[in-house]
């Protein structure tokens, strides 16, 4: 029976660590000094990347990567 019940639970346990990718690594820690009205903002404590979101909760996704250009 363990020897049944072991794999089952091992890979329920891997699903769970590995079922949202887009935010593994993310962090995020709302910010309440800047939110803006009915946006909430949010900064990722891993990256440093910062989000507004009006819906409950934090961001879905990582938005490191969709920092505009420096000027």
Not at 8 to 25: C, K, T
Not at 42 to 52: K, P, Q
């Amino acid at each position: 029976m363990l020897l049944i019940l072991a794999p089952i639970i091992f890979g329920f346990v891997a699903y769970l660590a590995w079922r949202n990718r887009a935010v593994r690594g993310c962090r995020w820690r709302a910010d309440s000094t800047h939110n803006k009205g009915a946006l909430r903002m949010y900064r990722c404590m891993a990256c440093g990347a910062e989000a507004f979101t009006a819906t409950k909760g934090q961001p879905q996704s990582c938005k490191k990567g969709l920092k505009g250009p420096s000027l």
